[in-house]
């Protein structure tokens, strides 16, 4: 019972000391790569969400949804607070078979911005197995340019695409 005690605070100080992933970098221009699919990389899963306090949101039975909803917004208190937490979130699921420097692209159209690309990415040195990466289009730029029309995500090996994923509307 006591080593049980010990190794549960241990495992609890331990997760006590993560820290929150950095911000994407956000790139200038997108720059075009070769692609060259591997199966050894994929993207599995995508979850994306919308929030806007500007929009009535249509009542939902899923509590997962609604909590979702609140974390967002958690600890916001002033009007201006509320809208920098405003708009699409992404979180990408992917695996990595073999051992290596993968760099994870979220290219993205606005629709203020037309067929105009942002990117950001983020970099992930000697990763092997499964991976979520956090994409945010959110605050100012989320409020200038609008909310996200098309997407694709991109796995980047030694410059270049091992795997991709995007939206139906993305051409």
Known sequence: MIRFSVLLCLAL???????????????????????????????????????????VQPATISEAANFERLRTYWGAIQSYEYAQRNGNYYNFFWRAKNTSDVTV??????????????AKERYY???????????EVTGDEFLESG?????????????????????????
């Open 13 to 55: 100080a331990v997760a006590g000391c993560s820290t929150p992933e950095e911000p994407a970098n956000r790139l200038e221009k997108a720059n075009v790569l070769p692609l060259a699919l591997d199966d050894s990389y994929q993207v599995r899963k995508i979850q994306q969400n919308t929030y806007d306090n500007t929009v």
């Open 125 to 135: 040195p000697g990763v092997r197995g499964s991976r979520k990466s956090p994409f």
């Open 147 to 171: 909310r996200v029309t098309a997407w694709r995500v991109l796995l980047i090996v030694d410059g270049k695409i091992v795997a991709l994923r995007q939206s139906y509307m993305w051409n």
């Open 105 to 118: 692209r979220f290219e993205y159209r606005q629709a203020a911005l037309n067929n105009y690309v942002m």
